[in-house]
């Protein structure tokens, strides 16, 4: 064997020990070739933030703004109205000049144009580059908040990415119960500590009855669960909640599930040193007066306050220990900035997985045998060296999948195939050409040099082809098809060194070794 | 194993009848499509599919009634009592699937508001159902939810082995599970009517979306196609290639409408490999055509300048594509529901791929010589010279010495 055909071979059996080395499961990498949600089972969710929702609120806070420092500058309180997400309009008491708002407006509101409507009264639109900074943080805080839940269930390998403008692509494989997973991360978990007025009612006039009057426009009427004696569930009952919010879930440093004396589940929450101030003021001003905990406008209870209390307490409620665990986990990972909508679900059971990657697995085992049958029935000698190209081309192929950790689905089996077709195919166009040149009188290692040179440019031809297919299959797929694409697009790039470098050696090692080999087994 | 040694088929014979079969086929799938219309499946059409195995054999008036808008069809063989629920889209994102399973849930198993489902939760809710119990009396440390979510874990992993539940002696032989913890599972959970084996729910806006994006990547990589064979050949070529890849998706679309089988994104996926797999024949036989002009000094006319390509790589285009049609073949016979109609589809674009190339193609070329003023029958060297072809210009010994 010369010096450069050994090298040859030393790089091959390198490639060939480097790629394998990477499909060997470790302690630290059980898995080096991810299964896809097809085939292990999870659930795939394409959801759409509704980010308006975050620029309603910062428009809403706006307008409350302005009202606070009209009352703080003792001026009339504007009368305001939302016409959209991003604008609202204060009509303004007419006996003050504008400009007395217009000030306030310029201190306090710099995120909105302000312009005049024809009647006269203020309209504050949000500044565009102020909406997108939102929405932009908006999708950021979604993620971060999504990505905490998703970790505090304890997903394996999650995956949360933005698609376009303002959606998301969750995937969580190995999810067994879809059901509370979507849950969890749709919830909003908005959790708000606010001073109810007078008392609850069973329908939202009732409710409205016992209200102080220059209260009645700072209310809000929200629906709760009325619990009988024994702290069950027994239809729903309203509040009037005060509209301003003193505490917040961002107040809050920790929330765990824990047990009243009664055995009854509840979260205990404590609070940060900022939020502890908020809240001891807040039951400290307010003793005997009842204070709502209000989840996403809705009231979990309403409990009368004992006496003041400043570090940490406890949310009772009627809830199962299940919605006790998760609302803690909502609670400890952050509320999200804007309400979520389902797009998209695709959620495989294990059960499904399992059969699905048996049955997959099954057919390229027989399809591979069957081929290397074929080519062995066909090319006799030469055979054997496809098929040992054939191989490796499989090990690079899974070796690659596993060092670029793409995920195999169930299109991407489909996608091995193939590129064993391809592999097998560049093998042929080789053959073929060495069997023509044998048939014209050539030498042996003439035919095998010849064969290889003349087939080189009808391979790269035909792997350019699919190769253009593969890219557009990547740009225009999504999950499963992607992976397909990936799968494809390695195998092609690894189908030409099989076909070109690694058969080439094989054949140099078995004729040139010889002086002048007369027979080819083909 | 040799096969067509030397053969001399008269290929461009027969493009008009290869022609007129095309066409027949084409025509075939065009009735049934007017006849039944595209089956769309999910991916494209939007609204929800569910799958659900039952313990015991399906209640299908249940289902039928609870669930007015839905097909309801058997999934798999009848003892499997499993079925599938196609439901059609409603005209809002909503998470529609989730909320039809849960209606059966709540329809089918009453118990569910006093008792955990074993065959319907995960083991998350069952770990925390044990460990706030806590019948072993393991206490509250860590170690002890740990015990009692490895007992979860592993039965559920037995209800995947299984499929669903039938009895709960199969729960409680699960690994792990104590007499005590056997007990209070037999107490505190029951066995619900149904396993969830798979749900789907496609809003309008993505079903929408991904049939842009599907027809975007199947015209355009048809086009990219063209483009690159008409660089690397001429223009005739692109254009016939273009023809054939065009003819090999469509005759593989007559045959999804002819078994009516559904129109998935995994069926676009099978499109376009076939775009890019199928034409690989055609420019196997362009290359030889396009070597055999630079090397013939006799007058040759087109006809003969693809019959003696065709021939000459016919035994290439057999072995590939019969390597290819077995591996296809043995995914259909063996590779269960989920790729059969994706291999049915690849298989009869591999084939007519194949068939294309010895008639679709020929006939195009043919025809484009004829309305061009024959300049394709002029043999000599090749017009276009690429750097692959002046690397095979240099002779074989010279290479070899040079890698020595």
Not at chain 1, 2 to 20: E, H, N, P, Y
Not at chain 1, 176 to 181: E, G, I
Not at chain 2, 298 to 312: F, G, H, I, K, V
Not at chain 2, 359 to 369: G, H, K, L, Y
């Amino acid at each position: 064997m010369t010096r450069s055909l050994l090298w040859k071979v030393i790089i091959i059996l390198a490639v060939l020990v480097g790629f394998a080395a990477a499909m060997i499961p470790t302690a630290d990498n059980p898995e080096p070739i991810r299964r896809g949600l097809d085939l292990k089972g999870g659930t795939h969710l394409v959801m759409r933030v509704n980010v308006g929702d975050a620029v309603r609120l910062e428009t809403d806070q706006g307008s409350e703004m302005l009202k606070a420092q009209a009352k703080k500058a003792n001026l009339p309180i504007p009368t305001t109205r939302r016409v959209n997400d991003n604008t609202f309009i204060a009509t303004l008491p007419a006996e003050t000049p504008a400009t007395e708002y217009e000030r306030i407006a310029k201190d306090y509101l710099g995120s909105f144009d302000l312009s005049r409507t024809p009647d006269g009264a203020l309209q504050f639109k949000m500044k565009t580059a102020v909406q997108t900074a939102l929405e932009r943080d908006t999708i950021t805080h979604t993620v971060e908040t999504i990505d905490n839940r998703v970790n505090a269930l304890g997903v394996t390998e999650p995956y949360i990415a933005t698609e376009g403008a303002n959606r998301l692509v969750i995937e969580l494989p190995g999810v067994d119960d879809p059901a509370r997973v979507k849950d969890i991360i749709k919830t909003t978990a908005q959790l708000q500590f606010r001073l109810v007025e007078g008392e609850p009612g069973s329908t939202p006039e009732a409710a409205m009855t016992n209200v102080p009057a220059n209260m009645k426009t700072e209310v809000d009427i929200l629906p709760g669960t009325r619990e009988d004696a024994l702290g069950r569930s027994a239809g729903v009952e309203y509040y009037a909640i005060r509209k301003t919010v003193p505490v917040t879930g961002t107040d809050l440093k920790n929330a765990k599930a824990s047990k009243s004396q009664m055995g009854q589940p509840n979260v205990a929450f404590s609070l940060t040193p900022d939020g502890a101030r908020k809240f001891g003021d807040l039951t400290g001003q307010n003793i005997k007066r009842r204070l709502a905990i209000v989840l996403d406008n809705k009231v979990i209870s309403a409990p009368v306050i004992n006496s003041q209390i400043n570090e940490s307490g406890v949310i009772e409620g009627t809830f199962t220990p299940q919605q006790v665990a998760d609302l803690s986990l909502q609670l400890r990972s952050g509320s999200l900035p804007a309400s979520l909508t389902t797009l998209e679900e695709r959620t495989v059971g294990p059960s499904l997985g399992r059969d699905s990657i048996r049955q997959g697995v099954l057919a390229s085992l027989i399809g591979f045998i069957a081929l290397i049958l074929a080519v062995l029935l066909f090319y006799k000698g030469a055979g054997v060296n496809a098929v040992l190209a054939l191989l490796l081309n499989l090990v690079i192929l899974l070796g690659m999948m596993a060092l670029f950790h793409a995920t195999l689905t169930l299109p991407g089996i489909a996608g091995i195939i193939l590129t064993l077709g391809m592999a097998i195919d560049s093998n042929v166009l080789v053959f073929e050409r060495i069997r023509e040149e044998l048939r014209d009188g050539k030498m042996v290692r003439a035919a095998i040099e010849n064969g290889f040179s003349r087939a080189f440019g009808t391979i790269i031809d035909t792997h350019m082809t699919t190769i253009i297919s593969a890219l557009f299959l990547f740009q225009f797929g999504t999950g499963p098809i992607k992976g397909f694409a990936v799968t494809l697009l390695i195998g092609l790039f690894a189908s030409v060194f099989t076909a070109f470098f690694v058969s080439r050696v094989i054949f140099d090692v078995m004729y040139k070794s010889q002086n002048r080999p007369t027979e080819m087994s083909i | 194993m040799q096969i067509f040694v030397n053969s001399k088929y008269d290929f461009v014979k027969w493009r008009f009848y290869a022609v007129s079969f095309s066409v027949l086929f084409m025509l075939l799938g065009l009735a049934m499509f007017l006849k039944h219309g595209v089956n769309w499946g999910i991916d494209f059409a939007g609204g929800a599919t569910i799958t659900l195995r039952f313990k015991d054999a399906v209640p299908m008036d249940r289902l039928r009634a609870d669930l007015t808008s839905a097909s309801i069809q058997q999934y798999g063989k009848a003892e499997d009592h499993a079925v599938l629920i196609r439901l059609p889209e409603l005209n809002k994102e909503t998470d529609y699937a989730g909320q039809v399973v849960g209606k059966l849930n709540t329809d089918l198993n009453p118990q569910t508001t006093t008792k955990l489902d074993l065959n319907f939760h995960g083991k998350d809710r069952l770990t925390e159902l044990l460990a706030s119990a806590d019948p072993e009396a393991k206490g509250t440390a860590p170690a002890a939810r740990d015990y009692y979510k490895n007992i979860a874990q592993n039965i559920v992993t037995r209800r995947s082995e299984l499929g669903v539940f039938t009895n709960m002696a199969q729960v409680t032989s699960a690994p792990g599970v104590t007499t005590r913890i056997a007990g209070f599972l037999n107490d505190k959970c029951f066995l619900g009517a149904f396993n969830v084996l798979d749900q789907e729910t496609v809003g309008p806006q993505v079903g929408h979306d991904l049939q842009q994006k599907a027809i975007f990547a199947v015209v355009l990589s048809t086009l990219a196609m063209g483009l690159y064979l008409w660089i690397r050949f001429d223009l005739m070529f692109g254009a016939s290639a273009i023809v054939c890849i065009v003819h090999d998706v469509l005759m593989s679309l007559a045959f999804l409408m002819m078994i009516n089988g559904e129109f998935s994104l995994n069926i676009v996926a099978a499109l376009l490999l076939i775009v890019g797999f199928s034409i690989n024949d055609t420019v196997v036989m362009y290359d030889r055509v396009r070597e055999n002009r630079r090397k013939l000094k006799t007058r040759m006319s087109l006809e003969e300048q693809l019959n003696l390509a065709m021939n000459q790589t016919l035994s290439r285009t057999i072995l590939t594509s019969g390597s290819v049609v077995i591996v296809l073949v043995a995914l259909i016979l063996f590779g269960g529901k989920v790729i059969h109609e994706f291999a049915w589809i690849l298989l009869i674009g591999v084939l007519a791929g194949t068939y294309s190339t010895v008639t679709i193609v020929p006939a195009v070329a043919i025809a484009w010589n004829n309305l061009t003023g024959r300049k394709h029958d002029l043999a000599g060297p090749a017009n276009r010279p690429t750097r692959v072809e002046t690397k095979q210009d240099v002779p074989p010994q010279q290479r070899k010495r040079r890698a020595g």
